[in-house]
């Protein structure tokens, strides 16, 4: 289900889930004698930059512990090799979970592109108010057709330094976990392809299997509705 991704961690984590107790030494021993190895790759280390945006200040400020969904949302885009050109992937992240909740996939990283999937994040958790939206100073964010589209949403703007990956980390580490636990070190036959594979990988394993550590072990589907369950106990109590 994984594709050759998860660890002895991730296994017993998803088995545990299932309803058949597994510890994650013992999914050592049985990965060693099957001969299964994890393709995740180590963890790299980021450039650090000082430098300050000057119209949109970061208002997030590395504060990625959240406590409800809809608060804090990131977004950032990346290039999938597709047979023979690059294909772009811009994805909008809720901090809360780690969830997915909007992307989109084209041959061309502009505007039209980040605000796709801005637009499936805003549509698909029903146009909620006071959201923040966190991402890099990349042209794509801080065009004029872009910041009028947050502008509409009445989403509140915050941008990184500029050439600073840890101020948006989180969605930093999707997209390391997408390429290594997902997408072919060769890239994909096509275009097509790559928005079949990505999208499996979304919505079925990252949301929906793969558990998560910020989560305490539980996928952002189920942290998200355990939170939701529990706010509708307290507003019930009350």
């Not at 790759?41 to 930059?49: D, E, I, N, S, T």
């Not at 200040?57 to 990131?74: I, Y």
């Not at 999707?174 to 636990?181: D, G, M, P, V």
Request: glycine letters at 6%; one cysteine or more.
């Amino acid at each position: 289900a994984s594709n050759g991704s998860a660890g002895a961690r991730t296994i017993a984590d998803i088995v545990t889930t299932q309803g058949t107790h597994l510890s994650r030494y013992r999914a050592t021993k049985f990965m060693k004698a099957l001969g299964l190895v994890s393709c995740q790759v180590p963890k790299h280390k980021y450039r650090r930059a000082s430098q300050e945006h000057i119209e949109v200040p970061n208002h997030l400020s590395r504060q990625f512990a959240v406590t409800e969904p809809n608060k804090v949302w990131v977004g950032d885009v990346t290039y999938v090799w597709t047979g023979n050109r690059w294909m772009y992937l811009a994805v909008v992240l809720d901090l809360f979970a780690r969830k997915t909740i909007g992307w989109a996939m084209s041959l061309s990283p502009d505007s039209r592109l980040t605000s796709k999937a801005l637009s499936m994040a805003y549509e698909s958790r029903g146009k909620p108010q006071g959201v923040m939206f966190h991402s890099d100073q990349g042209s794509h964010y801080t065009s004029r057709s872009y910041r009028q589209l947050l502008w509409r949403f009445q989403i509140k703007q915050s941008l990184s330094r500029r050439g600073n990956c840890w101020d948006n980390a989180p969605m930093e580490r999707f997209f390391r976990s997408l390429k290594t636990e997902w997408i072919p070190t060769i890239g994909y036959r096509s275009f097509a392809e790559a928005q079949q594979e990505i999208t499996r990988y979304i919505i079925g394993y990252y949301c929906q299997l793969r558990p998560h550590q910020y989560n305490g072990g539980l996928t952002p589907n189920e942290s998200e509705r355990l939170f939701w369950l529990n706010s509708k106990s307290v507003a019930n109590i009350s």
